[in-house]
């Protein structure tokens, strides 16, 4: 060749030679090659159809993965349309056809559809459709290039359910273990529900964990509730006797609910807020604790039979965790019982019996002296005496009360306050609540509170002729400028020293 030849053939200067378009058989590879590589199910989900649409040069794909349970589409994932346009779409004519998407009106209505089933296993699980190809109709190699990709796709779709379930098996395992762990290592009653209802809502995705326990009227109750959005008005919801629902839970059987909102098994005020639910029965030894109730948000995508049974598993362990994290209380309990009543009889042995003997000398040399000085100092010292041991009595009866478990709630920690000093006083206070108390009165009003009771009490005790007191915590209560406040109030019958009624103790601090 020479050199004007060589010069003549040469491509002008500046223009890059042209790239060669690589042969569908290469584009199909390498597509295969990157669905695999994705294990993550719903994004390779999406990855297939935008694929699909790329390979075969279509504007609009869908694949509608098959509910088995129900026999429709439970999920679509799209290429090409709006989130609009996806929940738009009309069946086509291939097998469980349901969200495979036609044009819309704006476009030609006469465009050919192209789809493919996907099975995994030999199981049906969606349809590849498309639609809206940009140089016309779809070609024969076209429909070669979808069915090898739907093909393939079950072979990635398989292999990603494997590691999805095994994946969602451990985080089940582990959530397990740290309840479990969590239960067995202290705590109140309460706080155990809540620990289980918190680590299930965790686990499952839900929007609540609920426990619900049965109640005196024959029903069940909401005891806890762990949830994402305000848990106002969930606890305390009762599950009336006689319903559909009951039967099921009061038996030990679970109950799976597709919408609770439209379910007429379902007749609680709280259901409108919940689509998809599993309520759980926590039962161990044919012991029924409750029940864990797990919904989710109206329209979230249903509960599968996997999370079915990995969520009736927990809950299964998470019974077996509160009974014998129960039985470590109770054991703990008696050890703190049996100390108690030792303690109590070594007082009432040794102290009082002491303390009553030298009462009795003091007395006696009191009757024997002559001189009134002497005989006022130890009158007022057997006085004394006497007072210790009616205290030193009634700390005995106190230490040989069963111990009971602090209140979870305010309320209830007023109560338990008023019911210790009724052991002294000989009655029980009478207690008035007003308002969202429990709600509204929090940490450090709460202690500053049952501070103030404590001292009015105590003072109540001291003063002659007390037969009566009234208390009464009030939680709409306001402060001078405007704000809103919890009142205190201590009343009693008693005497002053000068003979007088004492004036009330008010206390008051801002929300």
């Known amino acids: 060749m020479t050199e004007e030849t060589a010069d003549a053939t040469a491509e002008p200067p500046g223009e890059a030679a042209p790239v060669p378009e690589k ?32 390979l075969t040069g279509a504007r ?33 004519p291939f097998p469980f056809p349901d969200g495979c998407p036609e044009p819309s009106p ?33 070609t024969d190699p076209d429909a070669a290039v979808l069915r090898a990709l739907a093909s393939q796709a079950g072979i990635a779709i398989a292999n990603a359910r494997l590691y999805e379930a095994a994946r969602q098996r451990e985080r089940w ?15 109140s009653a309460a706080d155990a529900l809540m620990t289980v209802a918190e680590g299930a809502r965790a686990l499952a995705d839900a929007t609540a964990g609920v426990i619900l326990q049965p109640n005196e009227a024959g029903g069940m109750e909401i005891v806890t509730a762990s949830t994402r959005d305000d848990p106002a008005g969930i606890v305390g919801t009762a599950i009336e006797p006689g319903s559909a629902v009951l039967v099921q839970l009061l038996g030990g059987e679970p109950v799976f609910i597709e919408d609770s909102a439209t379910d007429p098994r379902m007749t609680t005020h709280v259901r409108s807020r919940f689509g998809p639910s599993m309520m759980l029965p926590l039962q161990s030894g044919g012991r029924l604790i409750g029940t864990l109730a797990l919904p989710r948000r109206r329209g979230d995508r249903p509960y599968t039979a996997v999370d079915r049974l990995l969520a009736t598993q927990f809950a299964s362990q998470a019974a077996l965790a509160l009974v014998l994290a129960d039985t470590g209380h109770d054991r703990e309990r008696l050890a703190v019982y049996e100390d108690r009543d030792r303690i109590a009889r070594d007082l009432h042995d040794l102290v ?46 106190a230490l040989q009360q069963p111990p009971a478990e602090a209140p979870a709630t305010f309320r209830g920690r007023v109560l338990r306050e008023t019911g210790g000093a009724a052991a002294l006083l000989g009655f029980p206070p009478s207690v008035h609540f007003t308002g969202a108390v429990d709600a509204l009165v929090r940490d450090p009003v709460d202690r500053q509170l049952l501070a103030a009771l404590r001292g009015a009490l ?40 000068n003979g007088s009624r004492p004036s009330p103790v008010i206390w008051r601090a801002p929300l």
Do not use: N
């Not at 609009?60 to 026999?71: S, T």
């Not at 007395?363 to 010292?381: I, M, N």
């Open 23 to 54: 042969p569908p058989l290469s584009l199909l590879l390498e597509a295969v090659l990157s669905i695999g590589s994705d294990l993550e199910l719903r994004a390779m989900l999406q990855q297939i159809v935008d694929t699909a649409t790329e």
């Open 60 to 92: 609009y794909g869908a694949l509608g993965v098959l509910d088995p349970e129900r026999g429709t589409i439970g999920e679509l994932y799209t290429a090409g349309l709006d989130d609009t346009e996806g929940r738009r779409t009309d069946p086509c």
């Open 106 to 138: 704006r476009e030609d209505p006469g465009r050919p559809v192209l789809g493919a089933p996907i099975r995994v296993h030999d199981q049906d699980f969606g349809t590849l459709c498309l639609t809206g190809k940009h140089t016309g109709g779809f």
């Open 173 to 187: 395992i582990e959530g397990a273990a740290a309840v479990t762990t969590a239960l067995l290592t202290g705590g």
């Open 352 to 397: 009082v019996q002491r303390l009553f003997a030298t009462e009795m000398m003091l007395e006696s040399t009191r009757r024997r002296a002559a001189v009134p000085e002497t005989d006022e100092l130890l009158g007022r010292a057997v006085d004394e005496l006497d007072s210790t041991i009616q205290e030193v009595r009634t700390a005995i009866f």
């Open 458 to 497: 105590a003072a109540a005790h001291r003063r002659a002729g007390v037969s009566a007191i009234d208390v009464e915590v009030d939680a709409t209560a306001e402060l001078p400028d405007g704000r809103a406040a919890v009142r205190l109030t201590v009343a009693d019958d008693g005497r002053e020293e």
